[in-house]
């Protein structure tokens, strides 16, 4: 399970947590203009659109969990179990793998306009990347500066919706995520009235009664829930160090505790919540172990060379001595 969102102040981030109960040895990882992609169906693609975000690196093949590219466009990918629905190759489409599907859009669009313009000739093919690494049933979050659309592959075929409130989870599916807000439309942070009854002398007896009811648990529909009212209502600071600690503040609160959400294998934890900056390219994160924030620049980079750029998280508590 995870928690997507999208997030513009004075600059545009995007990020998420990912939730699992284990970890693929992740890494935040540069892909540059000239490493070529080879698509299963679709080619080679030579140059492209340089791209960073997180990614397990399989046969030297970086599979994006997320990413940004050097234009500023974002995809995350989202677990959606029992909804996901990946097809056989179709003739007349553009037929990409899911795991390909980040790399297709970041190599070559722009703005989330062009990537609607390569969704409505696409196809997900139901095509592992390999016998240990099978296709994830996944769906989409696609932002830039401007907006967010959220992609679902389902058995009555690619769904495209407009996500207006940035903010992307797991099952059910998106369109229930959106009319499940209208039952909070009336929750707010500030203190509330008396509507119950006016007759009554009723008053608030603490501070942030008015979002009684807000969900507090870890399914996916409360975590939409709670991560939409706490981006909306979000006040953030002027300078880049309180714009990026707003935004893990808001991940922070869908964030999965080890031992809150049991599995058939374990725990599910936050293995790591990550911030672009998407106009500077700068990738931040944390992990479910170290809550110090790090960051990749991937303008540090040479963006013309042709072989993938890994960094390892670093993953152990790093914690200051003050005395």
Known sequence: ??????????????????????SFKETVTITPRNYAFDFRRMGRMESHFAMIGMACVSQGYPLYYDATNEKGLSVAGLNFPGNADYKPHCPGKDNVSPFELI???????????????????????????????PLSPLHWIISDRERSIT???????????????????????????????????????????????????????????????????????????????????????ASEAERISQFFHILSSVRHVRGSVETDDGYEITVYSSC????????????????????????????????????????????????
């Open 103 to 133: 790399p297709w859009i970041l190599g070559q669009c722009t703005t989330v306009g062009e990537a609607e313009g390569l969704l409505a000739r696409i196809n997900l093919l139901s095509e592992d990347f390999s016998d240990d690494l």
């Open 151 to 237: 992609l679902e592959p389902v058995g009555e075929g690619i769904r495209v919706y407009e996500n207006p409130i940035g903010v992307l989870t797991n099952n059910p599916p998106f369109d229930y995520h959106m009319t499940n807000l209208r039952n909070y439309m009336a929750l707010s942070p500030s203190r509330p009235r008396n509507a119950f009854a006016p007759g009554l002398s009723l008053s608030p007896y603490g501070l942030g009664m008015g979002a009684i009811g807000l969900p507090g648990d870890c399914s996916p529909a409360s975590r939409f829930v709670r991560a939409a009212f706490t981006k909306a209502h979000s006040v953030c600071g």
């Open 276 to 323: 672009c900056n998407t106009d500077d390219g700068i990738y931040y994160y944390t992990t479910y172990e170290n809550s110090r924030i790090t960051a990749v620049d991937m303008r540090r980079e040479n963006l013309d060379k042709a072989a993938l750029i890994a960094y390892p998280l670093l993953t152990r508590q790093d914690i200051l001595l003050q005395n």
């Open 1 to 22: 399970m995870c928690t997507a969102i999208s997030y513009r102040t004075r600059d545009h981030y995007f990020g998420r947590n990912l939730d699992l109960e284990y």
